[in-house]
C-alpha cells in the first residue's frame, strides 16, 4: 500500500542533510546487526501487537512494537526478544488516522523519504500509541488540532500566539510559529537545535515543549502557556524595584536552572530580561526561562556562530575566542541581568546598537559607579565575580550558588502582585525582543 501521498513531500526542514547523524543510510530502519536486547535501549513506555503490510503479498504482517525513550523498536511476534530494527523518532514525521470502531486506524511513519503504516483495529491501542508518540515525533495537524487566538509575542523570525486545543476543552497553550519557506540554511539549524534542546530538557524552570508540528512552509511549536508576566512585570506591589532579597531569589533559581542545562550540555546564549517570564504572578520562584533558539551545545553546527542580544553577551562570544569554558557565557549574561535587577538599568547601553556591542566587548565595568552605592557587599562581590571578563576566571555556576549573598537572605515568595515596573527606562533605540543578532566573522 503506497501512503507516501498522505504526508507532504515537500522538502523537510528534518530532511537528512540537517540531521546530526543519518544511521539509517535511506532506509526507514536501522538494523540491529549488533544483536542489542530491549533493555539496553531503556526502560519500556509503551508496547503492543501492531500490524504491516507485508512488501511483497501485501498481507498483514503482526509484529511487536515497542517504545523505549524516543527510540521504536519492532520484533517478530513468535520471537519477541530479538529485535530486528530500530528508529530514532525524534525527527520522523507521523500522521494518526482514527477510523471507526472495529475498522483499522493506522499511523504513518515517514522517514529518510520512506512511508510506513502500521495498523489496528483496537481504538485503545491506537490511542496509547498517539499518546505516547505525539510529543516525540513531527506531526503536521496542528491546524486541525488547535484553535489559534491572538499574538502574544513576537521574534526575528517568528510569531507567538495564544492557542486552544480543540478536543481538551480549557487546555491553553502558546504557540511558535516560524515561516521556513526563505530562512536560510543556518537559521533552519537553529530551529532543528531548539527542538532537540527543549525535547531533552524537563525542568519546572524551563518552558515545555509539547507537539513539533511542520506544513509545506512553516513550523509550529506547541509550547506551554507563562503567562504570569515577564522579569520587569513581576513587583512587590507599590515598589519601583526589587529588593536585594528578591533579586537574590531570582538569581538563586536561575543558577540552579542553569546548573540543570550545564548538567546535559545545553548552554542557552540569550539569557536577558525578556527571556525570563513567571507562571504565578504570586510567586517569584515559578520563573520560567523561555526561548531557545539560540541554544546549542559544544561542538554542535552552531557553536562557532556570534550570537545574542547586545548589552547582554559574554565577551569572548563577541571576542571570538571559543576555547574557553563554553558554559560561562551564560553566568555572564545573568550577571548583567542582576546588575539590572538591583539597579533597574542596563548595564551597557548606548544609543545605538553598534555602540552597545562595543561596550558590551570592551566590558569595562566602574565599580565606582553610584548605582553600585545601593548594593550590599555580597551582592557586589558576586557581581564581579560573574562579570568577570575572562572566563577563565570567571566564578561558576556551581560556585556561584555557594555565594554568601544567599546565605545573608532569609528568601520569601509570597505577597507578589504583577504590576509593570516603574524602573529607570534607559532611552533604547531598538526593540530588544527582536534585537537578536547574528554577527560576521568581520564585525
Not at 482514527?98 to 520512506?114: F, V
Amino acid at each position: 500500500m503506497n501512503k507516501k501521498s498522505v504526508l507532504p513531500t515537500c522538502q523537510s526542514l528534518f530532511s537528512p542533510k540537517l540531521m546530526p547523524e543519518n544511521l539509517s543510510h535511506g532506509k526507514f530502519w536501522c538494523l540491529n546487526t549488533s544483536q542489542k536486547a530491549i533493555k539496553e535501549f531503556g526502560s519500556i513506555q509503551c508496547s503492543s501487537v501492531l500490524l504491516k503490510r507485508g512488501k511483497t503479498f501485501k498481507f498483514w504482517i503482526s509484529r511487536m512494537y515497542y517504545l523505549v525513550g524516543n527510540t521504536l523498536l519492532y520484533t517478530s511476534k513468535k520471537k519477541s526478544s530479538v529485535i530486528k530494527g530500530y528508529v530514532d523518532l525524534e525527527y520522523v514525521k507521523c500522521q494518526f488516522k482514527r477510523a471507526r470502531s472495529g475498522k483499522k486506524s493506522s499511523i504513518l511513519l515517514q522517514h529518510n523519504g520512506i512511508t510506513i503504516e502500521l495498523c489496528t483495529s483496537k481504538l485503545d491501542v491506537f490511542n496509547m500509541w498517539e499518546e505516547y508518540l505525539r510529543p516525540r515525533v513531527i506531526l503536521t495537524d496542528y491546524k486541525e488540532k488547535y484553535q489559534f487566538g491572538e499574538q502574544i509575542g513576537s521574534g526575528s523570525t517568528s510569531k507567538v500566539y495564544r492557542v486552544s486545543h480543540n478536543e481538551h476543552i480549557g487546555s491553553k497553550f502558546a504557540a511558535k510559529v516560524i515561516p521556513t519557506k526563505h530562512l536560510e540554511q543556518d537559521r533552519k539549524s537553529f530551529i532543528v537545535d531548539e527542538i532537540k534542546h527543549l525535547r531533552s530538557l524537563c525542568h519546572p524552570n524551563i518552558m515545555k515543549l509539547y507537539e513539533v508540528h511542520e506544513s509545506q512552509e512553516e513550523v509550529c511549536l506547541i509550547l506551554e502557556l507563562i503567562e504570569g508576566g515577564g522579569l520587569f512585570k513581576q513587583q512587590l506591589k507599590g515598589q519601583q524595584k526589587y529588593s536585594e532579597e528578591e533579586s537574590a531569589l531570582i538569581l538563586r533559581k536561575l543558577l540552579q536552572t542553569l546548573a540543570y542545562m550545564q548538567s546535559k550540555g545545553i548552554t542557552h546564549r540569550d539569557i536577558k530580561p525578556e527571556n525570563v517570564m513567571f507562571k504565578d504572578p504570586n510567586d517569584l520562584s515559578s520563573l520560567v526561562i523561555i526561548d531557545f533558539g539560540l541554544a546549542c551545545t559544544r561542538g554542535s553546527d552552531n557553536y562557532f556562530k556570534v550570537c545574542g542580544t547586545p548589552g547582554y553577551m559574554a565577551p569572548e562570544i563577541l571576542n571570538q575566542v571559543y576555547h574557553l569554558p563554553f558554559e560561562m557565557i551564560d553566568v555572564f549574561s545573568l550577571g548583567c541581568v542582576f546588575f539590572e535587577m538591583l539597579t533597574q538599568r542596563p548595564l551597557f547601553y548606548a544609543k545605538t546598537k553598534k555602540d552597545t556591542l562595543k561596550l558590551n566587548m570592551e566590558c569595562s565595568i566602574d565599580c565606582t559607579a553610584p548605582e553600585w552605592s545601593q548594593v550590599s557587599t555580597f551582592a557586589k562581590n558576586l557581581l564581579e565575580m560573574m562579570l568577570e571578563k575572562n572566563p577563565t576566571k570567571r566564578i561558576t555556576v556551581k560556585e556561584a550558588l555557594d555565594s554568601q549573598l544567599f546565605a545573608s537572605h532569609v528568601v520569601k515568595s509570597s505577597n507578589f502582585t504583577a504590576v509593570e515596573s516603574e524602573r529607570d527606562e534607559t532611552p533604547r533605540t531598538c526593540d530588544r525582543s527582536v534585537e537578536v543578532v547574528f554577527i560576521s566573522s568581520k564585525m
